[in-house]
């Protein structure tokens, strides 16, 4: 054994090669302070062996290194340039450590290399990888550039534009992709991983591959003609600025990091990638970026833990066929488990098909599927018209018309044909799943599960715990929708239940900015490109409908009178009475029409200008600050409520509700870090200047209270 750690242990192999293998106590291994100096130490010890030759990294976990320990850094980041900038240096130079040993050295990769763990390896002079293998370098995702060299040695590894798309897109690659742009030398089988390295390295040994001239052009400027450069770097600038946008610095930086160190030799280029890392690590988007990533992961952690409660999900069933119910039918077949889709209508069941076939057929055309696993997947939903496949399935989602009367009915009629054991669950948007249970004999094996539509694009599903809901049903149902490959996140029920109820006070602020003579697409305009939401809140509401927004709106306000009633027709209410009703019948408060090419088109529409000034006057011009203020005060207000009154349980699972719900822009980070971020006290300042404006503006006593602590939601901010 040459070195011994709790990460890292060296031992010399036959023919005097090195194998240093990453194995740290958890179930993954991260690039952690620990395991940083623990790798210094190791080449310290190999580069000190008169007797190694040739140096192989290999992993002994399922994954070779998934990342750096985003946890630990962050409190890095909160230190002053003058701490985090030696500290970056520091780690750089174990790094060029690898690539500078007097002799050939490869990775071995399985499984992730990502992030840290790809710059790892980056370092080695070769990369071989077995099938399982995804490398990349995702820090753009965090609103970061990669900080261990990634910017330098990928460029001068892939070229110039295959590293501009790597880095900006954030996007891990699979072996073929890595091996054809030259990321990788090859690609084995897992269990030929470590002998086919080892071959290399004697190849490399013997002079067979030359591993020096690799090594250099690594570690010199880039060979780029002027006028390619200049080209090159202009037209990845103009395509990243147009999915990136001005609210998402990284990608942007990275490519100007790459540009400046074009011509730099290793060290020159280490510096500006260090510079622009401690720049982006200090930004308010990276710290709401990696908080969403944190807070991801302690939703996932929280699904997995209910998985020990659960109960065995290996059938479900669906009712209620159609665009919803088929989503679900091909949500849960496609990721593995066989679903029954009843209905009482053959064209409704003919629809859920023809929705489940069409979203298949739309994996083929983008290369994501095959035929066949279109057709495994399709035998995996069983259509019926009757109640026989349904009565042996472990769970049922009923996902019929949104009327209580509707769904209380075919819940009793459930419970009748289903198994003493099988769980029940509601698929619904505003009705009380309290009111639900009540036509239940088992009001225990019953919660609610509302998926958002589209089903198989939106990752959340709200899983609403009833007052008598056992916590294996619960556990059982947060499981199941893991396992269709959705974020499920508990909460509990009230009008709307959490991200419904945070909804309409946000559409409630639009419509009162309407009232006051407001222009709906000025109002989109400025929520869209300076907030930063998919939708602006008219958009949004053609989307939804506007029948389905007047509906629950009734809910909303029946449920919380004080805030949420109002007096008169607002504008929801005169789209409502016009038969507009949005996307569903092509007008709303926009027109809707297909362009040329079969796409959707949406058109400002007279119409709604008309119908809107006939009520409310002409219009009149606002300023965005306070476009911004009126519509997102009530938001975050509301939201603020669910975490007091428990009806969500943390900070964290609100803003991932939001985001993964809602579409929340991701570069605030939800509710609570946006809060934080502006500090508690000046959001309570903001909110008091428009509390004339009635009860969905009145800050809570508990966050005024917070304010005066100094306080935030989140620990760190």
Request: glycine letters at 8%; a negative charge; one cysteine or more.
């Amino acid at each position: 054994m040459i070195y011994q750690s709790p990460t890292i242990q060296v031992e010399l192999l036959e023919d005097n090669i090195a194998r240093l293998c990453f194995n740290s106590a958890g179930s993954v291994n991260k690039l952690d302070r620990e395991t940083i100096d623990s790798l210094n130490a190791a080449l310290d010890a190999i580069k000190q062996n008169s007797a190694v030759q040739a140096l192989v990294l290999t992993s002994g976990k399922g994954a070779f290194i998934v990342g750096a320990d985003i946890t630990e850094f962050l409190g890095l980041f909160a230190q002053d340039d003058s701490v985090l900038l030696p500290w970056i240096a520091e780690a750089n130079v174990v790094f060029n450590k690898i690539e500078d040993l007097p002799f050939p050295t490869i990775s071995a990769i399985n499984g992730f290399a990502l992030g840290g763990g790809f710059e790892t390896v980056l370092a080695t002079d070769f990369r071989i990888a077995d099938t399982s293998a995804r490398v990349g370098l995702p820090e753009s995702k965090l609103g970061l550039v990669p900080g261990f060299g990634g910017t330098v040695r990928l460029p001068r590894l892939i070229g110039t534009d295959n590293a501009l798309e790597w880095i900006t897109s954030g996007k891990d690659q699979r072996p073929e992709a890595a091996l054809k742009v030259g990321a990788i030398d090859a690609i084995v089988a897992p269990e030929k991983l470590e002998s086919s390295a080892i071959q290399m390295l004697k190849d490399a040994v013997s002079e067979k591959l030359d591993w020096q001239s690799r090594r250099a052009r690594k570690q010199a400027p880039l060979t780029l003609p002027k006028l390619e450069a200049m080209m090159s770097f202009a037209t990845a600038k103009g395509m990243v600025f147009k999915i990136a946008g001005k609210h998402y610095p990284a990608p942007m930086t990275a490519i100007s990091v790459i540009e400046q160190a074009a011509s730099l030799g290793r060290a020159e280029a280490l510096k500006v990638e260090h510079q622009a890392f401690i720049k982006l690590a200090k930004t308010d988007v990276a710290q709401a970026l990696i908080g969403i990533f944190l807070n991801d992961q302690l939703v996932k952690g929280k699904a997995k833990k209910a998985g020990k409660l659960a109960k065995n999900v290996d059938t479900a069933a669906v009712l209620g066929a159609g665009i919803m119910g088929g989503g679900i039918a091909y949500q849960s077949a496609s990721k593995g488990t066989p679903i029954v889709m009843k209905d009482i209508a053959q064209p409704a069941l003919d629809l859920g098909l023809g929705e489940a076939s069409k979203l298949l057929a739309a994996q083929i055309k983008r290369g994501r599927s095959t035929p066949e696993k279109m057709a495994k997947v399709l035998n995996n939903i069983t259509a019926t018209l009757d109640y026989t496949p349904v009565k042996d399935v472990d769970v049922v989602v009923e996902a019929v018309v949104e009327h209580p009367k509707v769904k209380s009915m075919v819940l009793a009629e459930v419970e009748q044909n289903v198994a003493d054991d099988a769980i029940i669950t509601s698929n619904t948007s505003t009705i009380s799943i309290n009111l639900l249970a009540k036509s239940l004999k088992k009001p225990e094996r019953f919660c609610g599960m509302h998926f958002f539509n589209p089903v198989h694009k939106m990752p959340l599903v709200e899983v609403i715990r009833g007052e008598n809901s056992s916590e294996e049903t619960i556990a059982s149902v947060v499981a199941y929708a893991s396992k269709m490959g959705k974020t499920p996140i508990v909460v509990n029920d009230c009008p709307g239940f959490f991200v419904n109820r945070v909804l309409f006070p946000y559409f409630a602020g639009f419509s009162g900015l309407l009232a006051d003579g407001a222009d709906f697409a000025a109002i989109d305009k400025v929520m869209e490109k300076q907030f930063g939401w998919p939708m602006g809140p008219a958009y949004l509401l053609d989307v939804v409908g506007l029948d389905t927004g007047h509906h629950a709106q009734a809910v909303m306000a029946e449920g919380f009178p004080d805030r949420m009633a109002k007096e008169g027709k607002d504008a929801i209410d005169i789209m409502f009475d016009a038969e507009r009703f949005g996307q569903k019948n092509s007008k709303g408060f926009y027109s809707y029409s297909v362009d040329r090419r079969g796409k959707p088109k949406k058109d400002v529409d007279a119409v709604s200008y008309e119908l809107l000034g006939a009520e409310f006057g002409e219009l009149k011009q606002f300023e965005s600050d306070e476009i911004i203020a009126r519509t997102m005060i009530p938001m975050i207000i509301e939201t603020v409520r669910c975490l007091e009154e428990g009806i969500i349980a943390t900070p964290a699972e609100a803003d991932m509700g939001l985001v993964y719900g809602l579409g929340f822009p991701p570069f605030r980070g939800g509710v609570f870090r946006y809060i934080d971020t502006m500090g508690v006290a000046n959001f309570v300042a903001l909110a008091d200047k428009y509390a004339h404006l009635g009860g969905l503006y009145q800050v809570t006593d508990a966050m005024r209270e917070l304010a005066a602590n100094n306080g935030s939601y989140y620990q760190t901010k």
